[in-house]
């Protein structure tokens, strides 16, 4: 699942490097020595606060559009952070759950699926994702 948020990026007074601010996720700020760094620290920073607010079973806080996002100080600046929410899940997610699925799929799809080393678990996970993403 990916999933994108406004974040407000204000270069330091001392010079090189940022703050971020993720508005529309409570509380969710970092920075970074250079402007590369703070995007990277902000979107780590970012994932992390949805996981954890996915792993509480909270509904998943919808992304303001981003020309509703106005920096508060002069020289701030609006740009997006891309999360790779499937990718960070797996390596610092704390929960896991293990589903076996007893699937009946026709012949054909089993045949195109091996054929092509395909991942049953994993587009069941993408397609829950999508799904997930949908609900009201």
Known sequence: ???CYPAIFYPWDRGG???VEVPD?????S????LADAILMGTDAASGWVLTWLEKGRALPQPSPMENIKPEEDGG???MLVLDMDEYARKHGQKAIRKTL???IPAYLATF???RRLDISRIAQDALSELY???P
């Open 77 to 79: 600046f609006v740009s």
């Open 133 to 135: 993403l949908k609900q």
């Open 113 to 115: 699926a091996e054929s």
């Open 1 to 3: 699942m990916k999933l």
């Open 17 to 19: 490097g940022y703050s």
């Open 25 to 29: 996720l409570p509380g969710c700020a």
């Open 31 to 34: 920075g970074g020595e250079s």
């Open 102 to 104: 007893d699937l009946e």
